[in-house]
């Protein structure tokens, strides 16, 4: 599903990750897998930062919530 929205728009000039720390304890060989996997969606040339987090706050139906063991993807154009 990411590719297809990737597909519909211009290319981005940077890529933001940030993943829970958990879950790279708890994937361990296959965090590095899933990661490539990512990398290799957006493509060569386009700048790629992220960082290991503990946890993503996120709002649903405006309420504050605590994530756990996700991935959040932001690209910048």
């Known amino acids: 599903m990411?590719?297809?929205v990737l597909l519909n728009q211009?290319?981005?000039r940077?890529?933001?990750l940030f993943d829970c720390v958990s879950r790279y304890l708890l994937m361990k060989?296959?965090?590095e897998k899933e990661l490539r996997t990512v990398l290799d969606m957006v493509g060569?040339?386009?700048p790629v930062i992220g960082m290991l987090t503990f946890g993503e706050i996120g709002a649903y139906s405006s309420v504050p919530l605590f994530?756990?063991?996700t991935m959040v993807v932001a690209a910048g154009w």
């Open 2 to 4: 990411a590719k297809l």
């Open 10 to 12: 211009p290319k981005p």
């Open 14 to 16: 940077a890529i933001f």
């Open 29 to 31: 060989k296959d965090f």
């Open 44 to 46: 060569q040339n386009i």
């Open 67 to 69: 994530h756990n063991k």
